[in-house]
């Protein structure tokens, strides 16, 4: 009942409200992206959705307009250099993930669940598969975020997916929820131009 029905209502009750309450914030956040670099504001990327679908995912613009599009940024050599003052600011606070909520109303996504990987993530695609984790709508949070995010490994990262695929519940999406807010705050597990930078650490120890 929870996973089917519930979760969904929940989703577009508050995403609706989301949308409404923080509609001063987007028009502040515009106007700071286009002071900072000209362009357009949001960046729209192809995402892996419920059931490996894609749908296009919105982010606010983070990074300069002469950026590769369709690479993680992990994989762009020296990413540091594509970011703008602004878009480091609102990946440091995760507030370039705000208009993912438009993508949480048209349902292509859930406000917890895994991440969406990229079209091009075939190596996180496959081993999320193991796990069933790619049959559930992707989230805007998740269990695996609040457990690493950029730090993971992929084969972590896709375990913990699994994991909160098995528990899914009210209370575990509450746990996951109320855990972002706290890794937001304290900044924990964001790497830029990085992945498994958890496991580099170690080696470096």
């Known amino acids: 009942m929870y996973r089917n029905v519930i979760k969904r209502a929940l989703d577009i009750i508050l ?39 894609h749908f296009m995912l919105y982010k606010f613009r983070t990074m300069k307009m002469s950026t590769p599009h369709d690479m993680p940024t992990h994989m762009l050599e020296n990413p540091d250099q594509y970011i703008t003052r602004v878009g480091r600011f609102l990946r440091k606070s995760s507030l370039d993930e705000l208009p993912q909520i438009w993508n949480i109303l048209r349902g292509d996504m859930s406000i ?46 896709a375990k913990l997916d699994g994991e909160y695929i098995e528990n899914m519940s009210f209370v575990f999406d509450c746990k996951c929820f109320f855990g972002t807010i706290t890794s937001v705050l304290k900044h924990e597990g964001v790497v830029e131009g990085g992945t498994g930078e958890m496991n580099k650490e170690k080696v470096k120890e």
Do not use: M
């Open 15 to 53: 995403s609706a409200c989301g949308l409404l309450v923080l509609l001063p914030v987007f028009v502040v956040l515009v106007i700071a992206i286009k002071l900072d670099d000209p362009g357009t504001v949001f960046f729209s990327q192809k995402r892996v959705g419920a059931h490996k679908k």
């Open 112 to 157: 917890i669940g895994p991440r969406p990987a990229l079209w091009n993530q075939f190596d996180l695609i496959e081993e999320r598969e193991k796990y069933g984790a790619n049959d559930a709508r992707p989230g805007l949070t998740g269990w695996a975020q609040i457990n690493g995010r950029d730090e993971l490994e992929i084969d972590v990262k």
